[in-house]
């Protein structure tokens, strides 16, 4: 069964195969864990993604799918994308936000990667609150069936770190 992890800190310096990048569906960069990526992994991770967009997403990587790419200068081997929803009152996401993590697992397997990073996916600029993000995200990779050996959450402040934590140890 996968191991789940979890650190507290900046997911471009976490040494695994496999770095989830929370991406827009553009695949051209933004704020946030995507900024960072791109910034840290340089500029061999944006072209790839530029060649994506030329050819198999040609309208851009739908929300709930993964991607993967070369990681660049990161210490990984794959950035693996994936479009998050955004966070809606009016309308039930939720099947789109765990679409994210079982799509990017299914890419992490069939990459062969045991070791992978994800960050709280749309918690962030796309406003999705961080208690339901964390029950999602753990449920999901329980859940998955996934041959990874080891999923790390690396979560970006304590307060998101805390809430992780205190979801793994409730189920
Ligand atoms: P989204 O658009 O999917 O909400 P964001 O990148 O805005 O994506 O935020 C997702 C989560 O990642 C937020 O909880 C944010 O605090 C966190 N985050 C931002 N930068 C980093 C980073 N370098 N490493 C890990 N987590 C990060």
New binding site residues.
Partial sequence: MVNITLVQ?????VPVDAVVN???SSLLG????????HRRGGPEILDACRALRASRYGKGLPTGRAVATTAGRLPAQWVIHT??P??SREEDRSELLASCYRESLRVADELGAATVAF??????????P?DD?ARIAVETVRTSGTAVEEVRF????EP?YRTFAARISAS
Wanted: negative net charge.
């Fill in positions: 800190g900046d997911i471009t310096q929370a991406a827009n933004g704020g946030g864990v995507d900024g960072a990526i479009v998050g955004v966070w960050p709280a996916i749309s918690t962030g600029v796309y406003g999705w961080m993000g690396v979560l970006f402040d998101a």
